[in-house]
């Protein structure tokens, strides 16, 4: 287990680890409904009351952060290894973009999606253990490729996702054999592209470590977000961020 400390007033421990339990799980699944549902605003169609719970949740690994001190869960990131994605039929992003360009890919394709941390741990320590999480999974499993959706808000209509699209596009876009195609585009042609914007701290954080862009964002109304197709080449994984988070 990988261990850190943050700094808010009481010092807490946090711990990184893969949920072991349903108990667990649910946990992070509540999370995920404070983040998304109360804070964010967005519409899930929930069985549950309070827990944000669809049908790729039992097909993945849920990589947790707790505080050791209170055993909160207070960050997660659900996980959707290759295997499981075969026996589902389905990754989540196929849901979003026309995946078939990296057919060739899918049996090293591992999907990250679902991140959040609690609002009071908003700290880089609690993001470095989840990627200090995520770096260990792939490596322990000899995974090659991560991938996942990294969303953007619209809540301005969506010019600001249309200039982040058209600014990132220059310098990180991947090649044609790895592009892909939203199923629902968000409509950038009609939108103001020369915002002057800046790159949110989660897609800043992928694009740093080795992360390109594969192609124009889809448009999700239940998120109310523009979402972009990240793909991370594990052997393109910046040497830096490498021994950062594996130390």
């Known amino acids: 287990m990988l261990q850190t400390q943050i700094t808010p007033s009481r010092k ?14 649910c946990a992070a699944q509540a999370l995920r409904y404070q983040v998304f549902v ?25 990589l947790l952060v707790q505080d050791d001190e209170t055993g909160e869960v207070v960050g997660t990131y659900r996980i959707l290894p290759p295997h499981q994605a075969r026996k589902l039929g389905s ?11 990296l057919g060739h890919l899918r049996e090293q394709l591992v999907e990250i999606g679902r991140s959040c941390v609690h609002p009071d741990y908003r700290s880089g320590a609690t993001i470095t253990l989840l990627w200090a999480g995520l770096a260990e999974y792939m490596s322990k499993n000899n995974y090659n490729y991560l991938i996942g959706c990294a ?22 876009l991947a090649p044609i054999e790895w592009r892909v195609f939203p199923r629902c585009p968000l409509p950038i042609a009609t939108l103001n592209q020369r915002l ?8 800043k954080g992928y694009l740093r470590a080795g ?29 830096r961020y490498a021994r950062h988070f594996m130390r």
Not at 12 to 25: C, N
Request: glycine content about 4%; overall charge negative.
């Open 151 to 172: 969303s953007i808000s619209i809540a301005d209509g969506g010019h600001v996702a249309a200039s982040l699209y058209r600014k990132l596009a220059k310098e990180k």
């Open 196 to 203: 002057d914007t800046e790159i949110p701290p989660l897609i």
């Open 12 to 25: 807490p421990k946090l711990s990184v680890s893969i949920a072991h339990s349903e108990e667990l799980i």
């Open 91 to 101: 990754y989540y992003s196929d849901t979003e973009f026309d995946l078939t360009r």
């Open 211 to 239: 992360a390109l862009i594969c192609g124009e964002p889809a448009w999700d109304p239940d998120f109310n977000t523009a979402d972009l197709f990240i793909l991370l080449p594990m052997q393109n994984l910046d040497i």
């Open 38 to 62: 109360e804070e964010m605003g967005a519409r899930m169609i929930c069985r549950e009351p309070g827990i944000d719970r669809d049908l790729f949740d039992a097909y993945c690994d849920h």
